[in-house]
């Protein structure tokens, strides 16, 4: 079997073909340029730096590329590293493809897809109904393709698919518990509620912010994608319909300061934000505690305000279940 | 049929049976004395102030008296109010008691019995199942007749086994789509969590904060409950079972300004917090809801922050939904 | 010469046509509807309640309905009120309409016109000056009619162009002192930063927050309506220059708790928030000066976070400057 | 005279008995396991990683072990540490013990004991005068024995008791100043207010937080505690002498923020509240001072909020005052 | 025995010299002035409005005028006031003198003057003693008559220097426990750190701030004191010791929100700190505790952040300790 | 030409004369003390650490020194170092001085001194321009050598005159949009708003806090003087003028948390804020994009609350602008 880049110990030489995970141009302090690097294969990621580069060099080498890297694995303050021979673009023809060195989501993108159809079609106003669909019909590609996010949680291939249906099932049980809920707002909330991050990250690996992302946001995005989209479809650009679908995606984080430009103002707005908050806290959790021992406490969790949460010495529920990272 | 005080115009004199939902003995500014009294019927609530009172009529009117109400409806200040002529209790053998006159969860004590029965049934851990067992056969009478608060959310009869239920059935929804989460704790978070408001108010009627409640609060009021009865049942007072069950009720207000000495530090704690905000603010936004006309946002809502709701022009699911109070 | 509201004294009755500036339908304790009604003719207002309403009387005397109120000047709770015997509503051929009764701007709506397209000429970037034409185009009716808010500043007739007036001057002397800022994205701001108002509120006089106004707010508002008009004018949706001026909009708050979704993300952005909140701090303060006697303090204002101001005794600026309101 | 851990200079081998302070089962990026160590031996502390380290190593070489080293100093980072070549386990009858290890709070035991007794003495109530004993009893080995913390204040041997006595000193003239506080509930709050510590920490030297401490807290802990000192002593568990001390404890810290649930509702529990943070501050302040050159700030001290302090050119009172840590 | 203004009810006529606490202009919503008053005799105080007021008799009825008032008390919205019939500015030939109308500090002006004296005798330090006993020289008249405040704690007649005293006494007992802390600075700075109040304050009775009081401060007034007296007293401008000691005032209020505009940064400057916390709230929570009822909370008390105490059912040392106000 | 610190490479040994930007004594773990240093030449900086140092080097060594540096270049941690081999005091006779080492404002300090000066005829008002060129007079050396800061804004050599220069003009634009602003007050705020820092800052280069800048701040030190000024003038000590331009100094930091005892609380005084805090962004945001390429982010800025600000790709205005850093 092919040795990945986990297996290299301290003073072993390598030659393997990893992708850039991260790639950004830097200064020394006495001005001369580098480009620092993370390669990753997905057994595991570790850094490099190239040194005396210049910007056709972090053109060549950007996030993403798949590039043959050549050199020594290296200790270095207490942190692996590579220390760089060479480096090569891998060329298209060269049979690789990102696919094989990112994780995935723990399910099958079909499976997916199949399931949040069945939801589609509970969405029963017209409106909403069919912006959903003519959005998931725009974006579906990417929607099934992206992560949710660049680290805290889902930030795995079809990651952003995975955490809606996630979001979707709890949406269902709880929608069944208090009937006064809409629930075809709050299932079409919940598909178009992230679908923004199909323009705010720059793809499915090695994924950074866009430019859009960083200026405009996901929760705006997809709500300038509902209105052209309504405009498209010659909705009534006025109904309340439309206005509601707005407000839900506009309003689904729920708090100022997490970049909403409204409170939620619907019960299913509210819903939204917070089925949206746990289904995110609960694979962080569970991702922390995965990689904790029992009966000891994970690393504060900055995404959830710096917790630390225990891992019971005897835990049969999270022993069985699925690994997520 | 007898006419309530609802019923009742301004001017009209009125003679009736009610009961005393809030008093207070207060000072005007010349130092007398009167006592603030809110009467209730169940079909409502108005105020009316007792002058010239003394601490034997403040003992004698204090919350949750029935009395017989003599006295004519005025507006004042744009609200209406009792010009009380004449108060008296009535006595225990004339026929009346607070069940009568106050509003209660809409669903059946013994209908919630039996649910929450079946919940405890799931509970597999022998340490918690016992627990749950005595407290809630310790303070059973009280758990299935007080509300769970004041005024905020489920503040009927009731109430408090009802939002306790509600919660179940999220917690029992949730738990099928994470399965790494242990069901039983999470039950028996369930349980308990707000079992300490039996020591935290004074009734199910009229309701008002204990000494106790004030000075130590549910949350660890039912701590020392839980640390009591694994003495008096023998079991480990230093076991991790033990040790778990107690961080879900002291963590379950989720944040410090709440009142938790400790942030939630287990998956479950951290659930049972978020089932537990979830299911008040439906009950709190619903009840507003309810009390808006289509088309137009409730009042800003404390317990949400101050944030309005928006009821909409169209809006079935609520329109069918049960009346809360 | 005609007596006007402020002119009437407490026990005097009065037969006048005035507009409603505000209505609401109440109900007392009791559960009967009225209507709390502020009248006001721009000589001030005064509040009245109107008994025993119909939801067909809150859709007659809605906001910014013009009637003859006839009635009688009391004085309840320290406060003038009306006691109304009677409410007609004016009809179109009777010869009133709103401008009458409503405060406008200290400068002619067609010296601003003429100032601000001046400005418009400035803005050398073809992208941002089409849609800014565009946009002026469609909405400037309003525009110029609108005041820039319900009461915190600028609520006057005119006042959503005056206060955008105001600021590109301020723009055009900053600009200057810092040549690195690109003028024509900061003027291209100032004059849109707003312009979401004319779908926020409700109109010229007694205004109102509309439903789209409360859920997704004219920042959102405006970015939508730039998008359509990119789209309608053929450019190109992805060019950075669109970006730019979405951003502008955007963020111009500048702080996540006042509802922009993004922190100002460019030097212009930053300071199209510092000029918009130095002009509204401005108008505001010099508001509530003009309404302090010399040697004392305003009342804590809350468009300043509480602050109070001091009116010195001597003040000839202050003295010789245009009454706002 | 020995060599301690502080005399060797880098480069220099050294084979001496010492402690381990801290020890923390740690991944190299690539999976390898060490343990990152601290050692001590009261002269001072440093560094150094145990490489390839196993389980059964972290629970050989865990904190509070007596060890030999023998290994090299060198300087890395601009830090001392230890490149280790060897590590045993020093068995219990090779003579050496904790204390002679561990710093200790300035004033002896036998002397802190007699003074807390004496105050004891002044606890009149009977209530909080038997329940004071029972767990000065109960707890006394330990209280008398650990720090009050693992690095704020008082992080020494006796550093509880020390605290606890210089609170009583502080409580006493405090309360001769203010006759309308109760000395005897004030004396008992300030003996019981840490004394859950001897469950939150592990132990006099290296101490840890248990699980206990991480889960439940040293307020809630010694509320435990009192409540069955109470059923022990077959006291009124509703008395209010007995909800009066568990407020006193559960209340000491003050705020929320700092894991009380309940603020002080007391003038005694705001007393004990303050003199515990006034006596916490002096003693943080004074070692930060005693550690910084005359003329000079001290660092930032993160117990202070970050305030730096400045030691003044002049200052005989600090320059007498013993040497803390 | 004469009538006071306590001794009045609801509808009887009264003529009595009392004085004005509060005098406040103010419109009517329809632009008549009326005075707003607060009268005050040592008994209590009660409202009442001067309609049709102008200019001239506020400047005749300020704050602190003795007036004869002729009147009928009345209930009005709950809460008494004075109809009033005729008000009178009574002479100074009339033999009446503000102190017969003032709530006085506990202790005896003499008393107090003799033991601060004594603390004076303790500042060691020469230019520390200089500069305390210039400023007492200065503004000695005003410092043993103001009070410490307009309403919070300490605002009686003499309240500034029973304040001042009782810290001194806290800081005596402190200094002791802590023998590393300068006491003569720190007796030094509680002298002065609030005599800028003199300053701040206008007078004794129906104090006000001052202009200088709003837009400077007492810890800005009493340091410019400071300066102006080192130089009238030819002491060294650059000093340490000048230095430290106008740390000491600027920075006691202890949080920059409190208008210090440094943070302690001397351990004798934070003490300074806490003991004025401490000794004022011990004043407010013992204020309010003695109008509150055994068994009872007090109200929430704004200069505690909102907490409200308990008074327990048995309270010797309280319900024997001297009545404040 | 003379190589410069910029120009060296790693592993190259250099022999030149520079200066000492930053020397701070530190201990090494174990307790042996080095200088750790800053040096510069206005081509850049570089860090390296004297080992094996003594009180007597840190006083020879200190911020500020000019000293002849014999050593090599290395890289340490990605980041350039010195290994010192000597180093040696330059005296004063050798013919170096700190000017030719500094960095300078980008205006002449002439045309700064005549462009203020034309400001200072502009203030009408006697008191405020007397006090004014009193204190130019008294400072002005200072004043136009030193820098505004440490390090936020404008610290170059020169930086305090050119922000107030900066300021002026902006002062002056907005003072003619707003008529009723008093432009004298505000020219006079704007000069000595800052002047404080001449005390508070160690010089032009290398600047340090003094200990009056940590335990007095810029605010108060400038208050001291303009009232030292003003005896000095024998001004009149409480007029009205002399209590604003005192509000104006001291409250201009806008916020309790920057260090403002007072609130602004004149129209003038909230507009100086808000153009020292605009001309200080500014500053930043260009320094910052200057050092950032075309279609990136700047870092996040720290004196802009961690915004990040975007250079567009095309940025004319940005790209002509004067290099300020």
Known sequence: MLKRLIDY????????????????????????????????????????????????????????????LNGKREEYQGRPQIKIYSLRVVGPDEGYDLN??????????????EEINNYVFKILNPTW??????????????????????????????????????????ADGISRNYPQVNQSLLFAGCILHDMGKVLELSGPAATQYTAEGNLIGHLVLIDEQIMMAAQKLHLDLESEDLLLLRHMVLSH?????????????????????????????????????????????????????????????VDEALDNSRKLE
Chains 1, 2, 3, 4, 5, 6 share one sequence.
Do not use: C
């Open 9 to 68: 110990n301290d003073g072993e030489e390598l030659d393997l073909v990893v992708y850039i995970k991260n790639s950004q141009l830097r200064h020394t302090k006495n001005n001369k340029l580098y480009l620092a690097l993370t390669f990753a294969d997905g057994s595991g990621d570790i850094r490099g730096n190239y040194w005396d580069a210049d910007q056709r060099d972090a053109d060549s080498f950007s996030s993403g590329t798949i590039v043959e």
């Open 253 to 313: 984080h729920g708090k100022f300061e997490y970049g909403s430009p409204k409170l939620p103002g619907l019960l299913e707005a509210e819903l939204l934000h917070r089925i949206d908050d746990l289904d995110a806290t609960v694979y962080a959790v569970t991702n922390a505690l995965q990689h904790t021992k029992p009966g000891n406490f994970t690393e504060p969790l900055m995404s959830q305000d710096g917790k630390r949460f225990y891992r019971p010495k």
């Open 100 to 113: 094989q060195f990112v994780k995935s989501a723990p399910e099958k993108v079909d499976d997916m897809k």
């Open 129 to 170: 109904n069919r912006i959903v669909r003519y959005l998931l019909e725009k974006w579906g590609k990417r929607f099934y393709d992206y992560p949710a996010g660049k680290s805290n949680h889902h930030a795995v291939r079809g990651g952003l698919a995975y955490h809606t249906l996630s979001m979707l099932r709890d």
